[in-house]
Structure formats: structure tokens, C-alpha cells
């Protein structure tokens, strides 16, 4: 079954999201008004970023971002972090039990470090694809789009969030060169 991308046609509310400087592992450069990521030395291992100004706890929120360079490697995860995830720590998102990942490389989805495909090889993104999350914490839900069509709802049970557990966007790189970009979502 195909779905298209139609979930907010009620509303007209617009997200801005930013990456976080002060929630930005080293060795990712962020750039254009805190709207684009790269990671940009060649140090092996996964840097994190989450973004600005989200920290949620329940309702259902969509954002999206385009791959602008996804470089031989591809190794770019776009998920969720919750507010317990150590971004100065050389890890990925969807490493740990407080994180939930989608590898652009690869299509699989990630949690603690366990992987689990979600799409056949011939839609694993690439550049210029249009990556759309969207969580809803109400249905513990967490699923992904490329372009506008839904890949499938990677994960089913994300843990309720309270006033001291968060959920943030985030993304991972681990390969100098690769770059993403929030992209101004209207919903």
C-alpha cells in the first residue's frame, strides 16, 4: 500500500526546526541559519546532532530533511534522540535504547544497536531524496517517507515521554563530507 504525504492538511502550522550547536558532536559543521549539517573531518566514528527548540513529549510532529551529499559511504541515520542521548559521544543514532534511527545507506531501522530492514534496496535514498519523519507520541509511533511516500512505520513502541524524558530530531554522519539539510516543514 502507498500513502502519500496529506497527514496535515487541517492545519497550517509551520516548523521551523534548527540544529543545535550546543547539542552538536565534534566534527559536524552547521551552517545556512543552523539549517544544514556536514560532517566535515575524516575522523572515523558516528557524530550526532539534535535539533533546537523540539524537546516533545506528546502529539504527533513531522519534519523533513534533504539529502544534499550522501558521499560513497552514504553513512547518514535521521531519527529521534531522547533527551538522555549524549551527543559529545561517539555514537549513531538508533546505538542506544534512548535513540531510533533510519540508515540512509543501508534502508534498515536501528534502536540499541540492533538492526531490522525497513525498505528493499531499490528505494534506500539518495541524493537530493527528501527524507520526511514523522513521530507521534500519542501511538508511540515513528515512521519515514522519501519524497512523499511512506517507507512504512519503522518503530511501534517508543517509550512514553514525560517532563524529564524528551524526544528530539537528530541526526548522525560518520564519513567527512556528508550533508543533510532541515527543510521548512508546513503541516
Known sequence: MVYSLNIFAKTSFCLELRFDPAACG???????????????????????????????????????????????QGY?????????????????????????????????KYH???????????????????IGVLLDLDAHTLTYFKNGIQLGTAFS????????LKYYPAISCNEAGNWVSLIKTTK
Open 76 to 108: 547518514i541515520m535521521i531519527g529521534i534522540v531522547s533527551s538522555e542521548f549524549d551527543t559529545s559521544s561517539i555514537q549513531y543514532v538508533g546505538q542506544t535504547t534512548s535513540s531510533y534511527g533510519f540508515y540512509v545507506v543501508n534502508g534498515h
Open 26 to 72: 565534534s566534527g559536524l559543521l552547521i551552517s545556512e541559519k543552523n539549517t544544514h549539517l556536514k560532517k566535515t573531518d575524516a575522523v572515523a566514528g558516528h557524530r550526532a546532532c539534535r535539533t533546537l527548540g523540539a524537546g516533545w513529549t506528546q502529539g504527533a510532529h513531522y519534519w523533513s530533511v534533504r539529502i544534499m551529499e550522501k558521499t560513497s
Open 112 to 130: 540499541n544497536a540492533a538492526a531490522v530492514r525497513v525498505v528493499p534496496d531499490t528505494d534506500r535514498p539518495n541524493n537530493g531524496d527528501v
Open 157 to 164: 513502541q517508543i517509550p512514553p515521554a514525560d517532563n524529564n
